[in-house]
């Protein structure tokens, strides 16, 4: 019985790394620290890491380095001058637990972290107790990283791979679908839920997206409701979310059209009017159509620009 169970387990635990894509390459970059609750000052960094091999990767110096390993350890203390990794123990594949000690000159002494990094969302976070040398004290600290998906079939490493990374951006998922019918004329319909990511020039207050959609057999859909053909984040009555902030997210569940779920497959995004877009800090020749980024995580409809 112990004998099955063990195998199960490693089965289950391959499947589990192999649902992640084994060329999968990100950037992190370091955005803000909050200590006790109070924002400090940071300066930007940008972390790349790769998942490669069933194992997460950071590029050091130029050279891929396993996370979390002595070897990551030294590459990291040769790159740096303030601050000296001591000892890291990775715990469940994607925690790093790491002593850091401060150089003489430094408020603190040293710090316990914790590093999480999660391939599956492609996310970072940090938490820390960092212990203040004068003082005697210990405080929390977090710091709050953006990532990116540079490339997930392909090692990008150039200057024009990361300014393109960087680059303002929403991207919009397709998530998963629910079949419905219509209590007026009993016909089916297909609600769609999605999310959208703000990656932009500033906060998002406003955008509204129309899309066509098609079936299997290349037949156009017809929409379904008063603007079920248009993605709009912000269309809810009760929605408390009001606005999306630079790295942030919203679902919803708010694109329907006419007919089965599992007959659809393209969506197709048309068009973004200048009057539909509201984003603070936007330039005047910009467009939140050009910067829109598609997914779909539903295997049978695709979603693009036509």
Known sequence: MKVLFVIFTLIFMNLSIKAYSEDLNFLCDRTQQIVDGVVKKISKKTHNYRYNNSRIEEKITGKWVSWCTEEHINAFNESQKNFKWVSADIKNEDTCIARINFSADSNYSHMISESIINVENITRSAESNLYDRDQNLVMNSEVIYNCSIISSNSSASTNEDISNVNAPSITIELLSYEQKTSSYDDKPYCTLSYSI?????????????????????????????????????????????????????????????????????????????????????????????????????????TFKKP
Request: hydrophobic letters at 30%; proline letters at 3%; one cysteine or more.
């Open 197 to 301: 990511t703000n990656n932009s020039w500033g906060t998002l207050y406003g955008i509204r997206v129309k899309t066509e959609a098609f079936d299997d057999r290349d037949t156009k859909l017809d929409d379904y409701g008063l603007g079920g053909n248009v993605l709009n984040p912000f269309s809810g009555w009760f929605d408390d979310q009001k606005f999306i902030r630079v790295g942030d997210m919203k679902q919803v569940s708010n694109l329907e059209y006419g007919g089965k779920c599992k007959y659809m497959g393209a969506i197709n995004v048309l068009e973004v009017k200048p009057s539909d877009c509201n984003i603070r800090m936007m330039p005047e020749d910009g467009s939140c159509f050009d910067i829109l980024n598609l997914k779909s995580k539903i295997d049978h409809i």
